[in-house]
């Protein structure tokens, strides 16, 4: 995200909400909010699931802020943590519907100014593949393609809100590339690195 404080800055929100500040919890919730849905979306491809998990993850969050320790993770990390648990609980229970992967990593394939038919149909191609790439993907795949890329986590991040060890994180979006590149193979070479930006 953006813009986000250090973490001194937030440590020193979080002791005012503890003292009993009600506006260290409003700024906390505006800090992250846009983020923990983002990535509750990323996840549940549902808008009034996200807003629901969104909701309970800082319900969650707040009560339990006494216990959120900043020499362990960051508040962000401990967050996301939180929010990918009730996100996993909900879409166990669900089936997740396919949407567009690249809208899902807030990435756009950009279309020309002057659009022939051939050009149209390439993208509605390229938006089919990546739909279906994304229902391939395992529901833990899904979460590491989108906390690396949807949201820049290191894989040291994605290790503490996932809870695996570092290389295990790194192995997920390893084999979600394969997958993903495996799918997108018959549109072209390139279009998974160009929709992650990597090498």
């Known amino acids: 995200m953006t813009g986000q404080p250090e973490r001194d800055e937030v440590d020193a929100i979080i002791a005012r909400a503890l003292a009993g500040d009600q506006t260290g919890y409003a700024e906390l919730y505006d800090l992250y909010a846009s983020g923990i849905y983002r990535l509750c979306y990323s996840l549940l491809l549902n808008a009034e699931d996200a807003e629901d998990v969104t909701q309970e993850a800082f319900v969650y969050a707040f009560k339990n802020l006494h216990r959120f320790d900043s020499n362990l993770a960051s508040f962000k990390t401990w967050l996301y943590t939180i929010a990918v648990s009730r996100c996993r609980n909900m879409y166990r229970r669900k089936r997740l519907p396919m949407v567009d992967f690249s809208q899902i990593l807030q990435m756009n394939i950009p279309a020309p100014n002057s659009e022939t038919p051939e050009a149209a149909m390439a993208r509605r191609d390229i938006k089919d593949a990546v739909e279906k790439a994304l229902k391939a993907l395992s529901p833990r795949l899904r979460e590491a393609i989108v906390l690396r890329y949807g949201h820049g986590l290191t894989y040291r991040e994605m290790a503490e809100v996932i809870g695996c060890p570092q290389k295990t994180a790194e192995s997920r979006v390893r084999l979600a590339h394969e997958k993903l590149r495996g799918v997108l193979q018959h549109v ?12």
Do not use: N
């Not at 072209?188 to 090498?199: A, F, M, R, T």
């Open 188 to 199: 072209g070479p390139g279009l998974l690195e160009e929709l992650l930006q990597v090498g």
